[in-house]
């Protein structure tokens, strides 16, 4: 009868035992024999070439992992401007130009703003803004201003073309993205709204005649 190596029978009985468990029952059970085992591995330890082969991690603590934590987006975490405005859905044109501002300013490293370059990427984006150069105006004239001009530019009766939006603007810019709860409640809210919208059309659509004598 030929003799099988007892090594190759107690892999063989583990993986047969682990058949029907899931992976973090799996990881207990390694971690539990681990422990009751280390008297024998400090006697005779693996060798590297046997120790390279388990691939295998071993948990630290048995403890479940902490939940992740949510936290308020800001203009760094975005690649994409349009993903940006989905979020933030700002309404007031002083808050688009202030938003599109910071975004480059931060995410893409924008030394200075000009607004010619503003007015060229809201078109597109498909949100064109009239007489943009009021709106810049707007921020610089704020009591705490939220952009500053640069070098010449910041002369206070030159028409500012170039700018830079300053560290007052960046906060407000970042306060426009909303807490993630926030932003749940805005997508319930409009999907809420746009519900009714498409019921009450649904019923004036089912009532012909309506308001005939």
């Given at each position: 009868?030929?003799?099988?190596?007892?090594?190759?029978?107690?892999?063989?009985?583990?993986?047969?035992?682990?058949?029907n468990l899931d992976k973090s029952q799996v990881s207990r059970a390694l971690h539990?024999?681990?422990?009751?085992?280390?008297?024998?591995?400090?006697?005779?330890?693996?060798?590297?070439?046997?120790?390279?082969?388990?691939?295998?991690?071993?948990?630290?603590?048995?403890?479940?992992?902490?939940?992740?934590?949510?936290?308020?987006?800001?203009?760094?975490?975005?690649?994409?401007?349009?993903?940006?405005?989905?979020?933030?859905?700002?309404?007031?044109?002083t808050d688009k130009v202030l938003l599109m501002s910071a975004f480059l300013q931060?995410?893409?490293?924008?030394?200075?703003?000009?607004?010619?370059?503003?007015?060229?990427?809201?078109?597109?984006?498909?949100?064109?803004?009239?007489?943009?150069?009021?709106?810049?105006?707007?921020?610089?004239?704020?009591?705490?201003?939220?952009?500053?001009?640069?070098?010449?530019?910041?002369?206070?009766?030159?028409?500012?073309?170039k700018f830079k939006v300053t560290l007052n603007g960046i906060k407000k810019a970042?306060?426009?993205?909303?807490?993630?709860?926030?932003?749940?409640?805005?997508?319930?809210?409009?999907?809420?709204?746009?519900?009714?919208?498409?019921?009450?059309?649904?019923?004036?659509?089912?009532?012909?005649?309506?308001?005939?004598?």
């Amino acid at each position: 009868m030929t003799n099988i190596d007892p090594e190759i029978i107690a892999m063989n009985k583990v993986l047969e035992a682990f058949r029907n468990l899931d992976k973090s029952q799996v990881s207990r059970a390694l971690h539990w024999v681990k422990e009751r085992l280390a008297g024998a591995m400090v006697e005779k330890p693996f060798e590297k070439e046997d120790s390279a082969k388990i691939s295998v991690t071993l948990p630290l603590k048995e403890e479940p992992p902490a939940p992740p934590i949510i936290r308020r987006k800001t203009l760094a975490d975005y690649d994409m401007v349009l993903d940006l405005f989905a979020d933030a859905d700002v309404k007031k044109l002083t808050d688009k130009v202030l938003l599109m501002s910071a975004f480059l300013q931060i995410r893409y490293k924008f030394s200075e703003i000009s607004i010619n370059e503003i007015n060229r990427r809201f078109k597109r984006i498909g949100s064109e803004i009239k007489n943009i150069s009021s709106v810049v105006q707007e921020l610089f004239e704020k009591k705490r201003p939220l952009v500053a001009g640069i070098g010449n530019e910041a002369a206070p009766d030159k028409i500012r073309n170039k700018f830079k939006v300053t560290l007052n603007g960046i906060k407000k810019a970042n306060r426009l993205i909303p807490e993630p709860e926030e932003a749940v409640k805005k997508v319930r809210k409009k999907r809420k709204a746009n519900k009714k919208i498409a019921t009450k059309a649904r019923r004036r659509k089912g009532t012909p005649g309506e308001g005939k004598g």
